[in-house]
């Protein structure tokens, strides 16, 4: 089991040190709408290591669609806006304040994004090898003939049978497993160091979602990219990630190794998530979801943006906002008042809770990592 990365605000302005290829300090991503301002990334900070994976979870609107597309540089600015003060590193660069035409050459070549509805992120009018080798063309300079030579090596890669056939065809001649697949080939055609994948198996069925993600993790093994894995899935997270963040309103709310925070997680939150996932003894019995519903990003609770859901919240937790404090011993990081020594007594009763709520002894999957 790998160890989190902590990153250290001192190191500001200066790159990362070691293995880390993604530095993301104090990320802040605004939108100014008409009725004010929508806080959707508001001040995480997260490492990746070279060929790690990395999942982010969170409910819907929990900003972590805005994070990949502010890594990648994708977002119209405005309406969006990036607080000058928050730094991303990418491989020694920090890439926030790069020139555009810069950065453009590093996406898809040393970053790549696959997206969850390959449809609309594929050319209906061009054929499958004619985008793959164009992407090649584009970033290693190589000639039409190799271009086209790639673009069959990686749909082989990805298992597409057949794949001097299928390079000749358009985007709609394919089922929807068989497009993701070409996404993922697109993306991994020249061979990046990052991959993020914003739930990329989403919109399939369960059987090729398992394909999928499966040669998500054959291919990575492979070629040594880093993944940042965005899912609503903690079942997909427990397969597939080495550490992982769970987000909630733009904030990050518990970090830590995949096995700290699925199976010793420290805040309400996480606790809530996990209890809402179907076990196998509760399958066809009631689904817990979390009580209540995520806050309009224009009203925001004072202190804790989860105390309005939060079964242990008291009066500090509406007039305090928690830090991420720092639990146990292997980087893991939680924010709630739970931690403080006020706390205790009612992070007692949550873990006993949690461990009720689980069913005692249902462990969460782990294997097959
Ligand atoms: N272009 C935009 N203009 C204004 N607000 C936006 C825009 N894109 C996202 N938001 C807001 O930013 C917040 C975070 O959105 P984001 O798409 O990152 O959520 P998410 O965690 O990816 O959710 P989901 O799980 O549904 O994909 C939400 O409140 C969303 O409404
Ligand atoms: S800080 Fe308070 S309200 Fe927020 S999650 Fe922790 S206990 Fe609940
Ligand atoms: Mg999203």
Redesign the pocket.
């Known amino acids: 089991m790998t160890e989190v990365v902590a990153t250290d605000i001192s190191t500001r302005g200066a790159p990362p040190v070691g293995d880390v290829l993604l530095d993301v300090r104090n990320l802040k991503t605004y939108?100014k709408?008409l009725d004010g301002v929508?806080p959707?990334v508001d001040g995480i900070s997260f490492s990746l290591r070279r060929g790690q994976t990395l999942g982010i979870v969170?409910?819907?609107?929990?900003?972590?669609?805005?994070?990949a597309l502010t890594i990648m540089r994708l977002l119209d600015i405005p309406?969006?806006s990036i607080d000058p003060e928050s730094e991303v590193w990418f491989d020694g660069q920090e890439i926030l304040s790069m020139k555009m035409d810069v950065m453009r050459k590093l996406r898809g070549k040393d970053m790549a994004m696959i997206f969850q509805e390959p449809l609309t992120s594929l050319n209906p009018v061009f054929t499958v090898g004619d985008q793959i080798a164009e992407q090649v063309k584009l970033h290693l300079r190589v000639s039409n003939k190799a271009a086209w030579d790639r673009a069959a090596e990686s749909l082989q890669l990805v298992g597409i049978p057949s794949p001097e056939r299928r390079v000749k065809q358009y985007p709609h001649e394919m089922s929807g497993g068989m497009r993701q697949r070409v996404m993922i080939a697109m993306a991994l055609s020249c061979e990046p160091k990052l991959i993020i994948a914003d739930?990329p198996t989403t919109a399939l069925d369960v059987t090729i979602q398992a394909q999928i993600l499966e040669l998500l993790k054959s291919v990575q093994q492979r070629t040594g990219s880093a993944l940042m894995l965005?899912t609503?899935d903690l079942g997909v997270v427990a397969e597939m990630v080495d550490n992982v963040i769970v987000?909630y309103t733009?904030e990050v709310v518990e970090q830590g190794t995949v096995l700290d925070v699925l199976t010793e997680p420290r805040t309400p939150y996480t606790m809530g998530l996990l209890e809402s996932i179907p076990s196998v003894e509760k399958r066809g019995g009631r689904l817990s979801a979390i009580k209540g519903v995520v806050p309009s990003?224009f009203n925001l609770p004072p202190a804790c943006r989860f105390e309005p859901r939060c079964p242990y919240a008291w009066d500090r937790c509406h007039s305090v906002a928690p830090q991420l404090y720092s639990v146990g011993t292997g980087g893991q990081r939680s924010r709630c008042h739970l931690h403080t020594p006020e706390g205790a007594g009612r992070l007692s009763a949550a873990l006993e809770q949690h461990r009720v709520a689980l069913n005692v002894g249902r462990s969460v999957p782990t294997e097959g990592r």
Do not use: L, N, Q, R
């Open positions: 939108f709408v929508v959707a969170g409910e819907s609107g929990s900003g972590k669609s805005v994070t309406p969006a739930e965005i609503h987000m733009g990003p």
